[in-house]
């Protein structure tokens, strides 16, 4: 179970501490461990995809993860009051055929009083780059 901070989130520090945290756990790439930091309930939005619950996280992270090869993520706090957060991110992956991304977007998080998330809703857009033009390694 990945370290908690409970909300609500008194200051950007603590804020963007949790980010962090998230940051280190996505690029683990161990569905079962970031399935672990979310409500057993948690819903969640991913692109054009809906659905809610650890399992379904699970296995929503092992397809991705088997499509997206050698990603890498970054993430930054953009903004937070109470028990939610605002945050923009990147990553980079390359498919099977060898074509590297990179993915932009925005997520927003809501929190348990737990510290667990409960709801994730993620916006996101794929640029296709060179190798050269990767900036995360």
């Known amino acids: 179970m990945p370290e908690l901070i409970l909300p609500p989130f008194e200051d950007a520090e603590a804020a963007a501490r949790k980010v962090q945290l998230a940051e280190d756990l ?7 461990k970031v399935a672990a930091a979310y409500t057993e309930d948690s819903w969640w939005r991913n692109r054009n995809e809906f659905f809610t619950g650890r399992a379904a996280i699970i296995e929503f992270l ?3 993860w088997s499509e997206e090869l050698d990603y890498k993520l970054k993430k930054e ?6 028990n939610r957060m605002a945050v923009k991110f990147h ?3 390359h498919n099977a055929n ?3 991304f990179r993915s932009c977007g925005n997520e ?3 929190f348990a009083p737990s510290g667990l998330m409960q709801r994730r809703e993620a916006s996101i857009n794929d640029l296709p780059i060179a190798e050269s033009q990767r ?3």
């Open 135 to 137: 900036s995360l390694r």
């Open 108 to 110: 927003l998080w809501e």
């Open 26 to 32: 996505w690029n683990t790439r161990d569905p079962e």
């Open 62 to 64: 092992r397809r991705k």
């Open 91 to 93: 990553y980079e992956w």
């Open 77 to 82: 706090l953009w903004g937070f009051r109470g």
């Open 98 to 100: 060898g074509q590297w």
